[in-house]
């Protein structure tokens, strides 16, 4: 319980005035008595007391009537929420990722977040400062407003397809409410409960309360699309058939889901498999250029992975050209890939690619050609390997190993290097001046040296491989990595994988110089600068990079797979994870009572005023009683 006009009940005082003139209320009386008026004294001595006695309760409702006016006066207000409350720094943070876009009983379950998340604009004040952060798309700006403005940003939240990052904003959240001036701070957490998207922990400050309102969606064994891929991971030739493999993930056991294969805008192959297994549809033969198109299952109540886009470019096997001593499994994996019509080796002229043991033939390298560097086994072959990089253009070079072990402990690369074992590498150093292209390392070791280095120089795109290809250097040669990783580094330069690229929803696009547009999955062309990172991937599809009004390149983004999982958090891991949480809500109806937990409760002055007016009346009755009125008349 507090009071608004606090300084209103030093009127209380008042009070004392019907109890002081009660008891200076005295009547004089002789100091001679006659034995006659004794009895007639006593007699008036218990009339008096009898008066007296009437009296009482009309000083106990003129005080009770003081007490009242002073409670209306100072705006008594009860504890609790439900009031006014002190200007506050609130962040709303709704969870809009693809989990909330689940559909039960004909609602979004994001509506249902953002219903509650309107009780909470429309319990602030016109003082408050609110802004409205949302997890699945957390590139967009928060901007402070009022209720007003909260409201508006409340109903444009949109449900997009990437990861709700819920951890990370409401760090975010508690850090702009945090550098607030204003005397409280709160912040109010709208989510589905999704397990994994309270899989990190929150480094935010605890002294800021956090209160969740979490709605999980009903449990269900959800049905998505894993993954899309051609020719077993591979680019696909041209003219040539091939087949797409769907792996469909989740559903119940003895499921069964319609599969279907769409290229070019018509259904091209379909099939029924069953829940949790991978299907073959056939597909091509293709015409050399971007093949672009979508596999699909049969919608459930989260649809939105139900769908998985893919890109790439049917092309003519590679011409490629050996140089150099080549160690046994490199030239079985040439051999490989050319039976299969991947490559077609020939001379150094006509190829797209050198691959170069020990920086053979570098020195004949054409503008238009790439080069794939492999090192020699023998350190005394360093010195002329890095002529040849320098004479290449080439701003990189070779230095002596230490002959110790390692492994590969991250990898940018579509295919898994991870843990792969390297007994033998040649750190590569750049040798550009400063601030020049150092290229990527695409792979790292446990050491912190780069194992492969991929970069473009003005004389051409290249690769660098630390390792000699040998099994005395390298698990590589005999692992499944080996021909993918072969390919890959050949279609890198060549223009061979172009349109291969894919990117999860939410993901950072890094685009190429030449971009002027991106053309988003909607058909809403962006301006960009080639030089800076597209963010806003929140929905899947197909992103169309633009040079002016030629296409660059198509890049399919999809969900996450973690998203399709709709496992709800238990309630401990998710105070775990979000420090300073004090309340977790799963019923609309009280979600008032626990939030503004620093303000006041309802003002009772009806009640007061009706207590006021009831306590008035009953004193006029009492005050003009006959008794009461008699009594002057008998004291005298």
């Known amino acids: 319980m507090g009071f608004l006009n606090p300084l209103f009940l030093l009127a209380g005082a008042a009070v004392l005035v019907p109890v002081v003139l009660h008891l200076l209320h005295r009547r004089e009386s002789g100091t001679f008595t006659f034995p006659a008026i004794r009895y007639l004294l006593r007699t008036e001595r218990d009339h008096a007391r009898r008066i007296r006695t009437r009296r009482l309760p009309l000083l106990l409702l003129r005080a009770a009537i003081v007490i009242v006016l002073v409670l209306l006066g100072a705006r008594v207000h009860l504890p609790g929420t439900g009031g006014g409350h002190d200007p506050t720094a609130l962040a709303l943070v709704i969870d809009n990722s693809l989990s909330t876009t689940i559909v039960e009983d004909g609602r979004r379950r994001l509506d249902a977040l953002k219903a509650v998340a309107r009780l909470s604009a429309a319990g602030a004040n016109r003082d408050d400062a609110i802004w409205v952060v949302r997890a699945g798309t957390p590139w967009e700006p928060a901007v402070p407003g009022g209720p007003a403005e909260a409201l508006a940003a409340i109903d444009a939240t949109e449900p997009g397809h990437a990861r709700g990052d819920l951890v990370r904003s409401v760090e975010r959240a508690l ?130 992975d139900d769908r998985r886009y893919f890109s790439f470019t049917a092309r003519d096997p590679t011409p490629v050209a050996l140089l150099g001593p080549a160690p046994f499994f490199l030239a079985e994996a040439l051999a490989v890939l050319e039976e299969s019509g991947r490559i077609a080796l020939g001379d150094a002229a006509r190829a797209a690619t050198l691959v170069s043991v020990g920086g053979e033939g570098l020195d004949r390298r054409g503008l238009a050609q790439s080069a794939f560097v492999i090192p020699l086994a023998d350190p005394a072959r360093l010195p002329a390997l890095n002529r040849r990089l320098a004479g290449a253009g080439i701003p990189h070079r070779y230095e002596p190993g230490t002959g110790e072990g390692a492994r590969v402990s991250s990898s940018g690369l579509a295919f898994d290097l991870g843990g792969l074992a390297v007994r033998r590498h040649f750190p590569i150093v750049a040798t550009g001046a400063p601030g020049a292209d150092v290229g990527t390392a695409l792979a790292t070791l446990s050491g912190g040296d780069p194992w492969i280095v991929a970069a473009t120089a003005a004389t051409g795109p290249y690769v660098l491989l630390a390792s000699p290809l040998d099994r005395e250097s390298t698990a590589l040669p005999v692992s499944a990595a080996m021909i993918p990783l072969l390919e890959w580094a050949i279609e890198r330069g060549s223009g061979a994988g172009t349109g291969r690229r894919s990117a999860t929803a939410g993901q950072i696009l890094r685009l190429p ?42 890049i399919p983004v999809n969900p996450p797979a973690s998203e399709s999982d709709l496992e709800p958090a238990g309630l401990p891991e998710v105070r775990r994870a979000i420090s300073g949480t004090v309340a977790i809500v799963d019923d609309a109806s009280s979600w008032s009572r626990h939030i503004f937990r620093a303000g006041r409760g309802p003002e009772p002055w009806r009640p007061l005023a009706v207590l006021l007016l009831a306590l008035l009346t009953v004193e006029t009755a009492v005050a003009a009683s006959r008794a009461l009125r008699s009594g002057p008349a008998a004291d005298g």
């Open 175 to 304: 850090a702009l409410v945090g550098q607030s001036a204003l005397p409280e701070r709160e912040v109010h957490v709208f989510t589905d409960l999704q397990a994994s998207a309270f899989s990190e922990l929150s480094a935010g400050p605890d002294d800021i309360p956090v209160v969740v309102f979490g709605a999980p969606a009903a449990e269900r064994a959800n049905r998505g699309i894993a993954a899309v891929s051609f020719g077993g991971g591979l680019a696909p030739l041209a003219g040539r058939r091939t087949e797409a493999a769907v792996s469909v993930a989740g559903g119940e056991p003895g499921d069964t889901v319609g599969v279907r294969l769409h290229i070019g805008g018509r259904v091209r192959a379909a099939a029924t498999a069953p829940a949790g297994a991978t299907v073959r549809l056939p597909a091509g033969p293709f015409p050399p250029g971007p093949v672009e198109g979508y596999a699909e299952i049969d919608p459930d109540p989260l649809a939105a």
């Open 513 to 554: 110089p030449a971009a002027t547009a991106v053309r988003t999955p909607d058909g809403t062309r962006h301006p960009v600068d080639g030089d800076r990172p597209f963010p806003a991937t929140a929905v899947a599809g197909l992103y169309r990079i633009l040079a002016g009004d030629s296409l660059l390149r198509t």
